[in-house]
T-cell receptor, first 107, second 113 residues
């Protein structure tokens, strides 16, 4: 069964600081991996889709990286803002979702 | 606003009952997905339809069923409800399955008493 694991489970950062979230996957063969942002009680919103040929992809202050050899992806948040407080979820294209990382940004 | 609509927003019902959740995908999207999200669990994929046909099945209970109609809207039917079925149910849509961005609806919060 395909698995997606995310770490850390949660983190707290000060406004303006950077943070990095991790996502490990097992699916093979690989097609794409997706990152979502989910505000409490709302539907997830797509941040980026990483395909096999892409090492890095940015969406504003969000930058995702992919290492297909180690089957790891990272989501880097730059210059965090209070509105970045949310759960960040990754999933492989086979619809296996990680448990998410809850990010809390404090002023 | 993702363009995906779900009704109702909230649903409170009793154990043993049956409910129907409705989803309208974004205009032009052919694929519809259903997910369950409980408080202590992440997103669990239930079932996917593409242009009216069932495409993939996840952890969907036998008490649950779904269908996608010719106008591409979808319904998720939950029967013989149990307390553990209380959760947020999300619908998502995309143009094509697997490779496209999924757009999620606002969800239906189901409470089973």
């Amino acid at each position: 069964k395909n698995q997606v694991e995310q770490s850390p489970q949660s983190l707290i950062i000060l406004e303006g600081k950077n943070c990095t979230l991790q996502c490990n996957y097992t699916v093979s063969p690989f097609s794409n991996l997706r990152w979502y942002k989910q505000d409490t009680g709302r539907g997830p919103v797509s941040l980026t889709i990483m395909t096999f040929s892409e090492n890095t992809k940015s969406n504003g202050r969000y930058t995702a990286t992919l290492d297909a050899d180690t089957k790891q992806s990272s989501l880097h948040i730059t210059a965090s803002q209070l509105s970045d407080s949310a759960s960040y979820i990754c999933d492989d294209y086979k619809l296996s979702f990680g448990a998410g990382t809850t990010v809390t940004v404090r002023a | 606003d993702s363009g995906v609509t779900q009704t109702p927003k909230h649903l409170i019902t009793a154990t043993g009952q049956r409910v129907t959740l409705r989803c309208s995908p974004r205009s032009g999207d052919l694929s519809v997905y259903w997910y369950q999200q409980s408080l202590d669990q992440g997103l669990q994929f239930l079932i996917q339809y593409y242009n009216g046909e069932e495409r993939a099945k996840g952890n969907i209970l036998e008490r649950f069923s779904a269908q996608q109609f010719p106008d591409l809207h979808s319904e998720l039917n939950l029967s013989s409800l149990e307390l553990g079925d209380s959760a947020l149910y999300f619908c998502a849509s995309s143009v094509y399955p697997h490779t496209d961005t999924q757009y999620f609806g606002p969800g239906t919060r189901l409470t089973v008493l």
